[in-house]
C-alpha cells in the first residue's frame, strides 16, 4: 500500500471522490474553491467560450486555470481530458477539434461522468466520448492521443509521475499537453493522515513548481513552456484556504509542452532525478538543509578523526592540512546557522537561529582559539538543539496553519 503523507491511495480517491461528487450533484453549495461561471471568468476563460457551454456543465465548473491559452488543439486531433469533471473543457475542445476530431472526457468521479454524459446527449456532441478511470491508469492504447488537456486534475493524483508517465504513454510522438494545475511554492512536511480531505480541500496534494516541471521533462516531455501563473485561491471564499494558500505559496500554473520521439533511458533518468543541485534545492525548500549542513559537519570532523585513525592502525600515514580541516567543519556550522536563518520569517522565532550561533561560536572557538574536545562537542550539541528547535517550529506552524493536531 502506498501512502502520502499518511493518506493510502484509496483513501485519496475517496476524499476526491466525495468532494467532486458534491459539486457534481450539488453546484450551488459553499466549497473551499470557487465554483461556476464566476469561477471560470475569473481565471481567464473568455465569455465567447463560455457562453457556448450549457448550464448542466457550467454551473460544476471547478477549474484551476484556462489550459487553452497554450492553444495546443487543431482541427481532427484526438483529444483527451483528464480530470474532465462537469466537462467544460471537453466540451471546449471539442469545438476545437471540429466533427473529424474526437474528444474524450476522463474523470475518476461518477457523478461527474453523469454530468459530462447528460451535457454530451443535450449538446448533440457525437464527437465526444466519456469514461471512468483515473490519471494513473489510462485505458487507453500507446501514441493513440495528439493532444491532452487537464485541468486541476494532477495536484489530485497520488502517485503523480505514474500519471505524467501515463500521458507520455498515450501521447503520440510530438504529440501535445496543455494543462492547468496547481503549485506550492513550499513543500507540505506534516502528517495529515487525520483528515484526508485535506488532500482535495487544501494544497496537500500539490507539487513543488519546480519539481512538477523537473516531473515532466524527467518523463520525455520538451519545450515545456509556463503560460502564465494565476492567483487561484485569490478567488477562494474561504478564508482558512487563502491563509493556507499564502502559507504554501500556493498559486495555479498554465504549461505546455510536447512529447518527445521517446522517453529518457534509465540511466539518464536517474541522472536528473539524483542531480545534487535538485537534491540541495528540495532540502532547503523542506527547511532540513540546516540539519544536512550540520551532518556534514560532523562528518567533516569526527568522520575524518576516524578515517585517520583507522588508517594509523593499518601502517598508512595521511598528511592532513589542520588549518583546512578546521575550516571545512567550521564552513559547515556556519552554514547551519545560514540555512535555519530564514526559517524566523516563517515561525517569528529567533530562539533557533541564536542557539544555532551560540553552538556555531563554541565550535570555532575549540577550533581555533583553545581546543577541548568537551568544549567541541558541547558547541555541536548546542548548535544541534537549535537546528532541531527550527525544524520543530516550521513543523509546528504547518499544523496549526492547516488545523492538524498532534502533527509536530
Request: glycine share 10%; net charge negative.
Amino acid at each position: 500500500m502506498v501512502a502520502i503523507l499518511g493518506y493510502s491511495r484509496e483513501q485519496i480517491f475517496t476524499a476526491v471522490r466525495d468532494m467532486y461528487g458534491a459539486v457534481a450533484r450539488a453546484p450551488d453549495d459553499h466549497f473551499h474553491f470557487p465554483v461556476g461561471r464566476a469561477a471560470a471568468e475569473a481565471i481567464g476563460y473568455p465569455a465567447e467560450q463560455l457562453d457556448q457551454l450549457p448550464a448542466t456543465s457550467l454551473e460544476a465548473f471547478a477549474g484551476v486555470g484556462h489550459p487553452f491559452s497554450a492553444e495546443a488543439m487543431q482541427a481532427g486531433d484526438t483529444v483527451l481530458d483528464i480530470g474532465a469533471g462537469a466537462g467544460n473543457d471537453a466540451l471546449i475542445a471539442a469545438g476545437l477539434v471540429g466533427d473529424t476530431g474526437h474528444v474524450i472526457a476522463l474523470d475518476l468521479t461518477r457523478a461527474m461522468t453523469r454530468r459530462i454524459r447528460q451535457a454530451v446527449e443535450e449538446g448533440g456532441h457525437h464527437n465526444v466520448s466519456v469514461i471512468e478511470a483515473s490519471a494513473e491508469r489510462l485505458p487507453l492504447a500507446d501514441g493513440s492521443v495528439d493532444c491532452i488537456t487537464s485541468n486541476g486534475a494532477l495536484n489530485l493524483v497520488p502517485d503523480k509521475r505514474r500519471a505524467v508517465a501515463e500521458m507520455f504513454r498515450v501521447l503520440r510522438p510530438g504529440g501535445r499537453l496543455q494543462i492547468a494545475d496547481v503549485v506550492i511554492r513550499r513543500p507540505v512536511t506534516v502528517d495529515c493522515s487525520e483528515d484526508p480531505r485535506l488532500w482535495v480541500e487544501c494544497v496537500v496534494g500539490a507539487t513543488v513548481d519546480e519539481d512538477l516541471l523537473a516531473m515532466f521533462r524527467d518523463a520525455g516531455f520538451e519545450d515545456i513552456r509556463i503560460i502564465r501563473s494565476v492567483d487561484y485561491f485569490a478567488h477562494s471564499p474561504s478564508a482558512q484556504t487563502r491563509e493556507i494558500a499564502a502559507s504554501f505559496g500556493a498559486h495555479s500554473m498554465e504549461l505546455a509542452m510536447a512529447r518527445g520521439e521517446h522517453a529518457p533511458g534509465l540511466v539518464r533518468h536517474w541522472a536528473r532525478r539524483l542531480n545534487p543541485v535538485r537534491g540541495v534545492r528540495s532540502l532547503w525548500r523542506r527547511g532540513i538543509i540546516g540539519a544536512a549542513s550540520l551532518g556534514l559537519a560532523l562528518l567533516t570532523c569526527y568522520g575524518t578523526m576516524a578515517a585517520l585513525g583507522l588508517l594509523a592502525a593499518m601502517g598508512a600515514g595521511v598528511g592532513l592540512h589542520e588549518g583546512a580541516w578546521a575550516a571545512a567543519i567550521a564552513l559547515f556550522a556556519v552554514l547551519s546557522v545560514v540555512a535555519i536563518a530564514p526559517g524566523m520569517r516563517y515561525h517569528r522565532n529567533p530562539g533557533p537561529v541564536a542557539v544555532g550561533a551560540a553552538g556555531a561560536l563554541v565550535v570555532c572557538y575549540a577550533l581555533f582559539v583553545d581546543y577541548s574536545l568537551i568544549v567541541e562537542l558541547t558547541g555541536f550539541v548546542i548548535l544541534a538543539v537549535g537546528v532541531t528547535w527550527d525544524i520543530h517550529h516550521r513543523r509546528r506552524t504547518q499544523a496549526r496553519i492547516l488545523g492538524v493536531q498532534g502533527a509536530t
